[in-house]
């Protein structure tokens, strides 16, 4: 299982980093500098209000059908056309609450627009990740890699087209932007629908009352732990928005720095994918799960720190780099936010193996716990420090989460941390630190000094087995 783990995380991250870095930071950051700080941040603060009522959409649906088609994978056939009857249902509903309660969060003309556009792009992602479910489930790992950059290699050629082709000689609209992630989102649902009916007997869509219940009734917890995350995750730049005469502008700088947040944080989504079902398939066979939770967190652990202190080192650099118009928090909202990244990959480790293992209940007291922490966080800060404060909120949020998360994997699964592997992260991660002091003089180029950090960094990393290039190899090699 280690082997099948470390072969499809490769395949997966060969994949993304070819494809959703050059997405986030070439087209997305693109379209920021063309429509601007003000226009974006309005955006931004539409679409995370979008994700703020995404419960609506899955209910716990896609993570449970994960965990259970690992688990069963008989089952994939019977459930497929009965549960995508009921997301469809889910999404007319969720459509309509998130028109409903946008209208009365004040938002007016075109915002309605968007927000409508945003809604519906919402639920074909919600379709697509559910599909996708049944692909990870199956581990169709190969598929469900190529699947989950299509939509992404789509926007970056229609984008493409719109920013620098010379087919129109109007300035970018943001609203272009939106109408091109629902057409390649229809693109990419129909693609995986295609993929997956050919794995299983015809789908005939019916929906069966019964069986809709009875899911629900299983799924609910995990639908109430995505509720809770969404809103620690995704309410900065919300309230942000409208809690400052500026708001919509310092949505905007906050989405700056939360644009390379995200960049990197697709890597972390993409081990918890993977580890999801795996975890679920080991649990269920009691095979012990130490060495790959281990193996992965390291892998992920090495990674996101190295990346995390080569922002903090070279923040004013990057974001003078890619922005035209940046505010004086923009660099230290940025490098705050990467500080975050940590923490997230870190959880993606340890709240995937709690999913896996089921203790939703222990999940969701302490999401509803960082919930607090989030809103009052952001409350206090936002209006003295604006973006940076919503970015110190989001940081202390995620450090709670990720020290409970530790706690109740220790609790739950009797899960060890050796004297040596914690000694071992120490040091790394101090000597990492030492040398991002003095990186700045490597070269007289702030990014060949980068670079040469970060290579330095995962030098460092194999050089005292933070990443064991041996044991990889071993563990690819043979299937232990």
Same mark, same amino acid.
């Given at each position: 299982m280690q082997k099948k783990f470390i072969v499809n995380l490769l395949f997966l991250l060969l994949l993304n980093l070819l494809v959703k870095p050059f997405y986030i930071l070439g087209i997305d950051a693109e379209i920021l500098n063309r429509v601007g700080p003000e226009s974006y941040g309005n955006y931004f603060a539409i679409i995370n209000f979008t994700f703020l009522l995404? #419960?609506?959409l899955d209910l716990g649906i896609t993570n449970f059908n994960t965990k259970n088609i690992a688990q069963n994978q008989q089952l994939m056939g019977k459930h497929l056309s009965k549960v995508l009857s009921l997301k469809l249902l889910l999404s007319f509903f969720y459509i309509l609450i998130t028109l409903g309660l946008g209208f009365w969060w004040g938002f007016r003309s075109n915002e309605i627009h968007l927000l409508a556009f945003l809604a519906l792009n919402q639920s074909i992602v919600a379709v697509i990740l559910y599909l996708r479910s049944n692909l990870s489930g199956l581990h169709m790992f190969k598929h469900d890699s190529l699947i989950s950059i299509l939509?992404?290699?789509?926007?970056? #050629? #229609?984008?493409?087209?719109?920013?620098?082709?010379?087919?129109?000689?109007q300035a970018f609209q943001i609203e272009w932007f939106v109408y091109a992630q629902t057409f390649s989102y229809l693109i990419t649902a129909i693609v995986t629908f295609l993929l997956l009916s050919s794995k299983t007997e015809k789908v005939k869509f019916s929906f069966n009352k019964v069986f809709s219940l009875? #899911?629900?009734?299983?799924? %609910?917890? %995990?639908?109430?732990?995505?509720?809770?995350?969404?809103? %620690?995750?995704?309410s900065d730049?919300?309230?942000?928005?409208?809690?400052?005469?500026?708001?919509?502008?310092?949505?905007g700088y906050y989405a700056q720095g939360y644009r390379f947040f995200e960049a990197a944080n697709m890597i972390g989504y993409l081990f918890a994918a993977l580890l999801l079902p795996i975890f679920s398939n080991m649990l269920k066979k009691k095979e012990a799960i130490d060495d790959l939770v281990?193996?992965?967190?390291?892998l992920i652990f090495s990674g996101s720190l190295i990346l995390c202190f080569a922002c903090y080192f070279f923040q004013d650099e990057i974001m003078a780099w890619k922005y035209d118009d940046i505010h004086h928090y923009s660099a230290v909202t940025f490098s705050v936010l990467m500080m975050c990244f940590v923490c997230v990959t870190t959880t993606y480790i340890f709240g995937t193996l709690l999913t896996a293992n089921g203790n939703l209940k222990a999940l969701n007291i302490m999401a509803l716990g960082a919930v607090?922490?989030?809103?009052?966080?952001?409350?206090l800060l936002i209006p003295k420090y604006l973006a940076l404060g919503s970015a110190v909120a989001s940081l202390i949020t995620q450090l709670f989460v990720t020290v409970a998360q530790v706690v109740l994997c220790k609790r739950y699964l009797n899960?060890?941390?050796?004297?040596?592997?914690?000694?071992?992260?120490?040091?790394?991660?101090i000597v990492l630190l030492t040398i991002g002091f003095y990186s700045k003089d490597f070269f007289e180029s702030w990014l060949l000094s980068m670079l040469a950090f970060i290579i330095v960094g995962f030098v460092l990393a194999i050089g005292i087995r933070m990443i064991s290039i041996p044991g990889l190899y071993r563990i690819i090699k043979y299937d232990r």
């Open positions: 995404n #419960i609506f939509d992404r290699l789509l926007l970056i #050629i #229609i984008c493409s087209v719109l920013l620098w082709g010379g087919v129109t000689e009875m #899911i629900l009734k299983q799924s %609910y917890p %995990y639908a109430l732990l995505v509720l809770l995350m969404s809103f %620690y995750f995704r730049s919300v309230m942000l928005e409208k809690m400052l005469e500026d708001g919509s502008k310092q949505a281990m193996l992965s967190f390291k607090f922490v989030n809103v009052g966080l952001n409350l899960l060890k941390f050796p004297f040596v592997q914690i000694a071992q992260i120490t040091g790394f991660s």
